[in-house]
C-alpha cells in the first residue's frame, strides 16, 4: 500500500511538473476563456444526458457568474429538482436543497458528476482553469469538426499546479486564426484520458460571437453524453457580492 502511494505521489509530481508556465500559452488560456464566457454574466442552461441509464430529461438551470467571486446556480426544471441552488467560491462548493427541509448547505465535491451528467460540479460552477494550471504549447494539429470541417489549431498543454486541480491534465485544442476553443481532453491522475468537450455552434452573444453549445463524452461509461446548449446569455456587471455567499444560498 505504502508502495502505491509513494508511486500515485510520484505519477502526480511528474503531471504537474512538465509542463511549465508559458505566459504566452498561459494568455491564450485565458482569452479562450473570454470567448466562452465574460466576466460577469448569467445565462440559461439547458442540460440533456443521454446513453445507457440514462433518462435523456433536460435539466435546465440557471447560473450567474461574478470574476474572482463566484458562481451561483439554480435549477428550474424537472419538477422533482426545481429549486436546488449551488455556490461556488474559491473555497469550495455548496448545494442547498430548500425541498431536503434542512436550513443548511451540503458541501460538494468539485471533481463529481454534475446531477448525473457527464460534466464535473466544477465543469458547470467555475469557468476558468487560468488559475490551476500550468499551460505551455504543443504541436500544431488539424482536427475535424462537426460544423467547421477540418480547421489548423494550436494546442495548449494544461498540467495541474496542485492535487486539489479538477484534472491532472487537459489539452486544449484552440483554432489558430482566433483562438476559438474546439475541444478539450481530459486526464484524470492515473494518466487515462476519461472524458471529451468539443464546443460548437457558434452564436453572437453577450457582446461576441461564442459557442452555444458544449458537448461532454464520457470514454468511461460507452455511449454516455451530454449536452449543454446556452440560452439568453448577457453580461451582468451589476451582480452584488452579497449574491454570492451561503447566507444568501439558503434564505
Given at each position: 500500500?505504502?508502495?502505491?502511494?509513494?508511486?500515485?505521489?510520484?505519477?502526480?509530481?511528474?503531471?504537474?511538473?512538465?509542463?511549465?508556465?508559458?505566459?504566452?500559452?498561459?494568455a491564450v488560456l485565458k482569452r479562450v476563456e473570454s470567448?466562452?464566457?465574460?466576466?460577469?454574466?448569467?445565462?440559461?442552461?439547458?442540460?440533456?444526458?443521454?446513453?445507457?441509464?440514462?433518462?435523456?430529461?433536460?435539466?435546465?438551470f440557471d447560473v450567474y457568474h461574478k470574476k474572482d467571486t463566484g458562481s451561483v446556480m439554480t435549477?428550474?426544471?424537472?419538477?422533482?429538482?426545481?429549486?436546488?441552488?449551488?455556490?461556488?467560491?474559491?473555497?469550495?462548493?455548496?448545494?442547498y436543497n430548500p425541498k431536503a427541509g434542512s436550513g443548511?448547505?451540503?458541501?460538494?465535491?468539485?471533481r463529481s458528476s454534475f446531477q448525473g451528467s457527464v460534466f464535473s460540479n466544477n465543469d458547470v460552477?467555475?469557468?476558468?482553469?487560468?488559475?490551476?494550471?500550468?499551460?505551455?504549447?504543443?504541436?500544431?494539429?488539424t482536427i475535424e469538426t462537426a460544423d467547421l470541417g477540418k480547421v489548423a489549431c494550436r494546442v495548449l498543454e494544461c498540467a495541474a499546479k496542485n492535487e486539489m486541480s479538477p484534472y491532472a491534465r487537459i489539452r486544449v485544442w484552440v483554432r489558430a486564426s482566433d483562438d476559438l476553443p474546439l475541444r478539450m481532453d481530459y486526464y484524470a491522475r492515473s494518466g487515462a484520458l476519461f472524458k471529451r468537450m468539443t464546443l460548437s455552434d457558434v452564436k453572437f452573444m453577450a457582446g461576441r460571437r461564442r459557442p452555444s453549445k458544449i458537448t461532454m463524452v464520457s470514454l468511461e461509461e460507452e455511449g454516455v453524453v451530454s449536452t449543454v446548449a446556452f440560452e439568453d446569455m448577457t453580461v451582468r456587471n451589476d451582480l452584488p457580492d452579497a449574491m454570492f455567499t451561503e447566507a444568501a444560498l439558503t434564505r
Open positions: 500500500m505504502k508502495r502505491n502511494c509513494i508511486f500515485g505521489a510520484l505519477f502526480f509530481l511528474t503531471a504537474v511538473w512538465a509542463v511549465g508556465a508559458d505566459p504566452a500559452a498561459l470567448i466562452i464566457y465574460p466576466d460577469n454574466f448569467h445565462v440559461k442552461n439547458t442540460l440533456t444526458t443521454t446513453g445507457p441509464g440514462k433518462s435523456g430529461v433536460p435539466l435546465v435549477i428550474l426544471s424537472p419538477a422533482r429538482s426545481k429549486g436546488i441552488r449551488f455556490l461556488e467560491r474559491s473555497n469550495g462548493l455548496w448545494m443548511n448547505a451540503i458541501r460538494l465535491s468539485p460552477s467555475d469557468p476558468n482553469y487560468s488559475k490551476d494550471y500550468n499551460v505551455e504549447f504543443g504541436s500544431d494539429e
